[in-house]
């Protein structure tokens, strides 16, 4: 949890301000997961910051939703390319992923 905080806090995820009058902001929970390795066990444990966002209105609390992910033919075009050039490719954890974070 504490490595979650500190992430968010680096990253500027949020500014604290005192919420409009009449307005009730929408309410967060913790997310705890055991992460196992190939034989079962425990390696990691994991803690997400998540927001209630089932309590959220169209039109009210957002306009648009967007969510972006790779296509899988974007991933067989690159993974074609590195065979055929006979090219490393490397796998990469990311542990903290942001929208909009300075890279």
Known sequence: MKSEMDS?????????????????????KWVFKRKKG???KVETYKAR???KGYRQREGIDYEE??????MIKSIR??????AYYD????QMDVK??????HL
């Not at 968010?8 to 967060?28: H, S």
């Not at 903290?96 to 974070?101: E, I, S, V, Y």
Request: charged letters at 10%.
């Open 65 to 70: 939703t967007f969510s972006p992910v790779a």
């Open 8 to 28: 968010m806090y680096a990253n500027q995820v949020w500014t604290l301000v005192d919420p409009p009058e009449g307005i009730v902001p929408i309410g967060n």
């Open 87 to 90: 090219y490393e490719i490397w």
């Open 49 to 51: 910051l998540v927001a």
């Open 96 to 101: 903290m992923a942001f929208l909009n974070g």
């Open 38 to 40: 190939s034989d079962g």
């Open 77 to 82: 075009i690159l993974l074609a390319i590195v």
